[in-house]
Structures are given as C-alpha cells and as structure tokens.
C-alpha cells in the first residue's frame, strides 16, 4: 500500500508541473559524453554558452568537463579512454597519426580560427612592433605546442629568428606562466585570458599584440575523437556538435554582455566585468567561426606551421584527420 501511495503521489507531482516535465529530458535518459578540454578560457566561449543554455542537454546530451590542461595530456586522456572527445589544437592528432597509432584521433569539429593568446610586456606599448623583441627575453610555451609555435610563425614573418635574435624560456608549465613573469626577469610573455587581463589589472603587465591577430586565420582548436568512437558513436558525436554549433550561433548573435553573463558561472572567480572585456576582445578580432567545419585549406596551413617549426616528420592526409559530415550537418540545422 505503501508504495502504491508513493506512486501516485510522483504522479501527481510530475502533473502538478507537466511542462517541466516535459520541458527537459531526465538525467537518465542522456548519454554520458566526458569532454576533456585543454584549458578553461573564455577564448572557448561558444562551448559553455551551449553547457549554460542546455544546449547539450537539448541533444541527449549529459555533458562532463574536465580540464586537461596542455594538448599532450588531453590526447592521452583521449586514447586512454579517460575521454570520449577531446578539445586541443589539432597538432596534437597529427602527432599521434604520425607515431603510427592504429586508433587514432579524428577531428570532427573546429572552434576557433585565430590564436587566443597575447603578448604581455612589462610597460604599455601603444606602436608595439614585433622587432623590439630581439634580444629580449620571453615566457613562451611548450614544444611542438599551439601557443609556441604560432608565436614563432610570427615571428618568422617579421624576420625574427626565434632561435637567435631572443631567448624563449620554455621551461614553466602551461597555464602558470602569468604567476612565474609577475617575479621573474622575462621582458614579455604570451598569455591566454583570462592570464593576460589578470596581469594588467594587477598592474604586473599590458597587452601590446595580440597573437590571433598578427598570425592571421589559423584553426587553432578542435574536436576530436578516436577513429573506433566515431565509428561507433557516430549520433553521439552528432548530437554534440549541434550543440556545439548552436553555442557558436549564440556568441556570434549576441553583445559581448549578453554573452559574458551566460558563461559566468564558468568563471566564478573572473568579475562579470572582466569578463565583457575578454569577450569583447575575443569578438573584435573574429575569433570564432561562423561553423565548426574544418577545412582542407586550414587544415594545409596547420601543417605549413608544423613544418615551419620543425614538429611535422611527414605530411599526413587530411582525409585520414578530419572529418566534416558531422559539422556540415549541424550547420544545415
């Protein structure tokens, strides 16, 4: 009897709010999907646009985050198992198809087109020219990484040698550059937001370029997965890339306020108004794509940069790495 009354009393219950029972799909009834990111930055705002607006949720989505922390560590998550998709720069699918992996990373959905990172000097430099760094020291970043070798791309295309003209400490983990350059002896650093801001507020550095803009169109992070999950999964990794598609849409149809107050609760410790100026700063240099499509001409590019940096031992076929069935649908959607 006991339970019968504990029936009917859900029933009710669930009637009492019908379209909220409606309205959302039950925690159940969503597949997990455990996303392995490369850092937490508003440089990925689309993405938790569509986590705050339910985006996945709307998909059958149940989403986890999980920050990785440097490409390296994501792709190895990635091919552990640890992560259904991972979120990096997709030099590091390159490496790995490169190495002779059999299941290999496949990249299904592309973010953003420009670099997110800045150069921090110790004093505003408002006719900043990339030449003062000759002889200069800076913070820079891993090997065989996004960040350094878009930086040293730059740098080649304004003559500098990155090897002989300064000195590039490559020695301080990613993400804890900004805290090492407030007591080190570096003249500059590159440094992701919210890092950069950060340093100007504190009044321990200034933004004096911007990387995603000197190094031009550039896809710099995407989505990937393993070969065998795509193939077994290939409605999952659908379902999320409409979500992704849909915060994508979101970010680039509304102000950088609208858009700072959605993804806060991401970065609860970052003032709303820090926040509107990363946006902002995000939006003026046209960071994101109007599509998650990764195309073959980028895809070149990428590799040109690879090759550049000496990181790149063969060309690998851009047919194996990417795939665009899954952004070409969502952006029919």
Request: glycine share 8%; aromatic share 10%.
């Amino acid at each position: 009897m006991k339970k019968k009354h504990t029936a009917i009393l859900a029933a009710a219950l669930c009637l009492s709010v019908l379209s909220g029972c409606q309205s959302a799909p039950a925690k159940t009834s969503l597949t997990p999907v455990t996303l392995n990111e490369v850092a937490h930055s508003i440089f990925y705002a689309p993405q938790y646009a569509a986590i705050e607006l339910g985006y996945f949720e709307e998909e059958g989505i149940d989403l986890t985050l999980v920050n990785g922390a440097g490409a390296d560590k994501v792709m190895t998550a990635l091919v552990s198992g640890d992560a259904d998709i991972g979120f990096m720069g997709s030099e590091a699918s390159i490496y790995t198809y490169a190495g002779g992996a059999e299941d290999y990373a496949v990249n299904f959905a592309q973010l953003t087109q420009r670099a997110g990172n800045f150069l921090v000097g110790r004093a505003p430099e408002e006719n900043f020219r990339w030449e003062t760094l000759k002889g200069k020291k800076v913070l820079g970043g891993r090997a065989g990484g996004m960040p350094q070798m878009v930086f040293e791309y730059i740098l080649k295309k304004n003559g500098i040698d990155p090897k002989a003209d300064l000195t590039i400490d490559q020695s301080i983990n990613f993400g804890l550059t900004a805290a090492a350059f407030t007591s080190s002896d570096a003249d500059y650093t590159v440094e992701f937001e919210p890092f950069a801001t950060s340093l100007e507020l504190e009044g321990s550095g200034y933004v004096v370029a911007s990387l995603g803009t000197d190094s031009g169109y550039v896809p710099y992070t995407a989505y990937s997965a393993k070969k065998s999950y795509i193939e077994a999964h290939p409605e999952v990794i659908q379902k999320f890339t409409n979500a992704i598609q849909k915060g994508i849409d979101y970010v680039n149809s509304h102000s950088a306020e609208e858009i700072a107050k959605t993804i806060q609760p991401q970065f609860k410790e970052t003032p709303l108004e820090n926040i509107t100026k990363i946006v902002e700063r995000y939006k003026e240099q046209d960071t994101w794509k109007e599509d998650t499509v990764f195309q073959k001409d980028s895809f070149d590019l990428l590799q040109n940069i690879l090759e550049e940096a000496g990181e790149l031992p063969a060309r690998v076929p851009y047919e194996d790495l990417v795939t665009a069935e899954f952004s070409q649908a969502a952006k029919g959607k």
